[in-house]
């Protein structure tokens, strides 16, 4: 604002501005001073914080217990992205003497929470804090090693800004009191005991108050474990002891790794640093298009612990690939001279197909894991000298990372299995196929990727998606990055996103076109008979199924090569619907939420219409996306927002009507 008041102040202030933004195109934005208006009385805090460990909503707590329960006056904001639980969250926390009117982000802490030591690897959080601030480190490592596994940069803003830096170990306190994984409570009491902003047993007191309120439903023994972990906050925190020099090397790692093209670690690193407002316009894609199978640089490692392959107890069944909802397990039958180079210590065993031979190998990546064990749960080989162990077995990331890193890039070096000859109706088989939907940002354990996934693996060279807004559109279309993939031949899945309300159709329009420019294609090739020959005009004109495909495209290479030369607009023309002669699998995608009640009008007429498309509605019957809203998926009895009695109607079957057409 201050920068718009210094333009209107000029003599001729310009008659159209930016504000905001760095117009480098253009040249409307105006610059603009950094001010501090923050009141030195008042306690600032930022907490950095892994999405679905609590801490949003334990600062929320803290809020009201400070606005309540004290003469302080408090305020709060919180930035998260559109990933879904698992991203990086801020909370951003104010509370004084005088009253609060900062409608803006803390630029100056003197309070910084770090929920997550993973981000320490790459993110710049010291940056926020003032000189002397206190800040609240959650350390997997015992307080005397924390000093030596910072990084180099990190060292140096503690010693320059002379941070005093407390440590605790929330996810091993977490896992004592049986509630692995939320911090929340731990990470709360430890902040009011370094704040000081009440009296210790007042403090407890209120936290304790507030628990109930939030997890009195959730029965007794929750509320214990969460008592427990307020006492343990309290006491478990330590003083890090800061020798006074740097003996770190490290340097933070970059947000986009592992070999990224210019434009994903130019422009997409800095919006996933939280710092996309800094860039220019100059940056961005004129057309808004974004590059795809770009998750696959972010490298998250937010896992505390991932799966482990025990190859000598594995049955290949592939039960582990099946249900990852990253892909981030993967396997592949190779020759064994395919290994010849491999890193010491590369998991492999003899592959038991009839089929196939050469040696069956499963790799996973520690970094893009989330943790979320369903791997672990749906794994049926166990160990027959010890019952208790699997084929999978969870470790900690941290020890495991650099070998399991190692086995995982040679691992995609290696060849993929052919496609021809696998069964692609088993599972044994289907979990040899490429994935061309990895990494998405969606919920550790998420129902809904491992369905995707499994549609890439199947059609994913030919794929078109039609995909309704909803949880599969915010983590297959999220901004900056995108789970939807390519092979090596730089084919993949078409994704595109339309409104709620009209994905039916907008799918079928997709299928319309297609098919219109196939039969405008068949159309124009028997004018090029000559040129063509016979034999390749006559395969072209032929309908061919999904396991000529690859034939298809060998076909229309050729005749992409005989037209090329000529100067015929009718030619031009033809080359430009050619690929509509290859056989795309079109697929509409959609929640229940869509499917069941926004979309329905839609879906019913287009199902109605007997056009050759797709359907797969990701059934959580709710609204998820939205909170877990009660949907016409939702069972008879079943409780959800808006039917917090539990549902008085019975769940639509949508299968049902869908079959009574007859052609569905």
């Given at each position: 604002?201050?920068?718009?008041?210094?333009?209107?102040?000029?003599?001729?202030?310009?008659?159209?501005?930016?504000?905001?933004?760095?117009?480098?195109?253009?040249?409307?934005?105006?610059?603009?001073?950094?001010?501090?208006?923050?009141d030195?009385?008042?306690?600032?805090?930022?907490?950095?914080?892994?999405?679905?460990?609590?801490?949003?909503?334990?600062?929320?707590?803290?809020?009201?217990?400070?606005?309540?329960?004290?003469?302080?006056?408090?305020?709060?904001?919180?930035v998260?992205?559109?990933?879904?639980?698992?991203?990086?969250?801020?909370?951003?926390?104010?509370?004084?003497?005088?009253?609060?009117?900062?409608?803006?982000?803390?630029?100056r802490?003197?309070?910084?929470?770090?929920?997550?030591?993973?981000?320490?690897?790459?993110?710049?959080?010291?940056?926020?804090?003032?000189?002397?601030?206190?800040?609240?480190?959650?350390?997997?490592?015992?307080?005397?090693?924390?000093?030596?596994?910072?990084?180099?940069?990190?060292?140096?803003?503690?010693?320059?800004?002379?941070?005093?830096?407390?440590?605790?170990?929330?996810?091993?306190?977490?896992?004592?009191?049986?509630?692995?994984?939320?911090?929340?409570?731990?990470?709360?009491?430890?902040?009011?005991?370094?704040?000081g902003?009440?009296?210790?047993?007042?403090?407890?007191?209120?936290?304790?108050?507030?628990?109930?309120?939030?997890?009195?439903?959730?029965?007794?023994?929750?509320?214990?474990?969460?008592?427990?972990?307020?006492?343990?906050?309290?006491?478990a925190?330590?003083?890090?002891?800061?020798?006074?020099?740097?003996?770190?090397?490290?340097?933070?790692?970059?947000?986009?790794?592992?070999?990224?093209?210019?434009?994903?670690?130019?422009?997409?690193?800095?919006?996933?640093?939280?710092?996309?407002?800094?860039?220019?316009?100059?940056?961005?894609?004129?057309?808004?298009?974004?590059?795809?199978?770009?998750?696959?640089?972010?490298?998250?490692?937010?896992a505390?612990?991932?799966p482990?392959?025990?190859?000598?107890?594995?049955?290949?069944?592939?039960?582990?690939?099946?249900?990852?909802?990253?892909?981030?397990?993967?396997?592949?039958?190779?020759?064994?001279?395919?290994?010849?180079g491999?890193?010491?210590?590369?998991?492999h065993?003899?592959?038991?197909?009839?089929?196939l031979?050469?040696?069956?190998?499963?790799?996973?990546?520690?970094?893009?894991?989330?943790?979320?064990?369903?791997?672990?749960?749906?794994?049926p080989a166990?160990?027959?000298?010890?019952?208790?162990?699997?084929?999978?077995?969870?470790?900690?990331?941290?020890?495991?990372?650099?070998?399991m890193?190692?086995?995982?890039?040679?691992?995609?070096?290696?060849?993929?299995?052919?496609?021809?000859?696998?069964?692609?109706?088993?599972?044994?088989?289907?979990?040899?196929?490429?994935?061309?939907?990895?990494?998405?940002?969606?919920?550790?354990?998420?129902?809904?990727?491992?369905?995707?996934?499994?549609?890439?693996?199947?059609?994913?060279?030919?794929?078109?998606?039609?995909?309704?807004?909803?949880?599969?559109?915010?983590?297959?279309?999220?901004?900056?990055?995108?789970?939807?993939?390519?092979?090596?031949?730089?084919?993949?899945?078409?994704?595109?996103?339309?409104?709620?309300?009209?994905?039916?159709?907008?799918?079928?329009?997709?299928?319309?076109?297609?098919?219109k420019?196939?039969?405008?294609a068949?159309?124009?090739?028997?004018?090029?008979?000559?040129?063509?020959?016979?034999?390749?005009?006559?395969?072209?004109?032929?309908?061919?199924?999904?396991?000529?495909?690859?034939?298809?495209?060998?076909?229309?290479?050729?005749?992409?090569?005989?037209?090329?030369?000529?100067?015929?607009?009718?030619?031009?023309?033809?080359l430009?619907?050619?690929?509509?002669?290859?056989?795309?699998?079109?697929?509409?995608?959609?929640?229940?939420?869509?499917?069941?009640?926004?979309?329905y009008?839609?879906?019913?007429?287009?199902?109605?219409?007997?056009?050759?498309?797709?359907?797969?509605?990701?059934?959580?019957?709710?609204?998820s996306?939205?909170?877990?809203?009660?949907?016409?998926?939702?069972?008879?009895?079943?409780?959800?927002?808006?039917?917090?009695?539990?549902?008085?109607?019975?769940?639509?079957?949508?299968?049902?009507?869908?079959?009574?057409?007859?052609?569905?």
């Amino acid at each position: 604002a201050l920068g718009v008041f210094e333009e209107l102040a000029k003599e001729r202030p310009r008659h159209g501005f930016t504000v905001g933004i760095v117009d480098d195109v253009t040249g409307t934005s105006l610059p603009y001073p950094e001010v501090d208006f923050e009141d030195p009385a008042s306690v600032r805090a930022v907490f950095f914080a892994l999405g679905a460990d609590g801490t949003v909503s334990a600062n929320k707590n803290t809020i009201k217990i400070i606005g309540e329960e004290t003469p302080l006056y408090a305020q709060g904001y919180f930035v998260y992205d559109s990933k879904k639980s698992g991203s990086r969250t801020v909370s951003h926390l104010r509370f004084g003497p005088n009253p609060l009117n900062k409608p803006y982000l803390v630029r100056r802490a003197n309070f910084v929470g770090i929920h997550q030591w993973g981000f320490l690897e790459r993110l710049p959080m010291l940056d926020v804090a003032e000189e002397g601030a206190t800040v609240l480190l959650n350390s997997p490592y015992p307080t005397e090693e924390v000093w030596d596994r910072l990084p180099k940069p990190v060292q140096e803003e503690i010693l320059r800004k002379k941070l005093k830096v407390y440590v605790v170990n929330a996810y091993d306190l977490a896992r004592q009191v049986g509630l692995p994984g939320r911090i929340n409570t731990i990470m709360q009491a430890a902040f009011f005991k370094l704040s000081g902003v009440l009296p210790e047993e007042e403090a407890k007191a209120r936290i304790k108050k507030g628990i109930e309120k939030s997890y009195g439903k959730r029965g007794k023994t929750v509320l214990e474990r969460n008592f427990q972990a307020v006492e343990l906050g309290f006491e478990a925190v330590e003083p890090l002891p800061i020798p006074g020099r740097i003996t770190s090397e490290k340097e933070l790692v970059p947000p986009m790794v592992d070999h990224p093209p210019a434009f994903v670690r130019e422009v997409l690193g800095p919006i996933a640093l939280g710092l996309g407002d800094a860039l220019p316009v100059s940056a961005f894609p004129p057309d808004g298009t974004y590059p795809t199978g770009t998750a696959r640089y972010e490298k998250r490692g937010i896992a505390e612990f991932v799966p482990t392959w025990d190859p000598k107890v594995c049955v290949q069944c592939g039960k582990c690939v099946l249900v990852c909802p990253h892909a981030v397990i993967r396997a592949k039958v190779v020759p064994e001279e395919a290994l010849a180079g491999a890193p010491e210590g590369f998991p492999h065993r003899k592959a038991m197909w009839k089929e196939l031979s050469g040696e069956f190998t499963l790799a996973i990546s520690p970094d893009d894991c989330t943790g979320c064990t369903l791997c672990v749960e749906a794994c049926p080989a166990k160990d027959k000298t010890n019952p208790s162990r699997k084929a999978l077995n969870m470790a900690p990331r941290l020890e495991v990372r650099e070998e399991m890193n190692r086995h995982w890039d040679f691992f995609l070096s290696l060849p993929e299995t052919p496609r021809a000859g696998l069964k692609l109706h088993t599972v044994k088989d289907v979990q040899l196929l490429e994935p061309l939907f990895e990494f998405p940002g969606a919920c550790a354990g998420c129902g809904e990727t491992p369905y995707l996934r499994l549609l890439s693996q199947l059609f994913g060279d030919r794929l078109i998606v039609a995909n309704a807004t909803g949880c599969s559109s915010i983590y297959g279309g999220n901004l900056p990055t995108t789970p939807w993939s390519k092979n090596k031949e730089g084919r993949g899945p078409a994704w595109a996103n339309s409104l709620f309300e009209d994905n039916a159709e907008f799918g079928l329009g997709m299928r319309l076109a297609l098919d219109k420019k196939a039969e405008y294609a068949r159309k124009l090739l028997p004018g090029f008979r000559e040129v063509l020959g016979e034999e390749l005009l006559a395969r072209l004109l032929k309908p061919v199924g999904p396991e000529e495909v690859e034939a298809r495209r060998q076909d229309v290479a050729l005749l992409r090569e005989r037209l090329g030369g000529l100067e015929d607009p009718r030619a031009r023309d033809l080359l430009a619907v050619a690929d509509a002669l290859i056989p795309h699998s079109v697929w509409i995608v959609g929640g229940d939420g869509w499917a069941y009640d926004i979309g329905y009008g839609g879906l019913d007429h287009v199902l109605s219409s007997g056009a050759n498309v797709k359907v797969l509605v990701l059934d959580t019957e709710v609204y998820s996306n939205t909170g877990g809203q009660a949907s016409k998926a939702t069972g008879l009895g079943a409780v959800a927002k808006f039917a917090t009695a539990g549902k008085a109607t019975p769940k639509k079957d949508l299968a049902f009507m869908a079959m009574s057409y007859g052609h569905v």
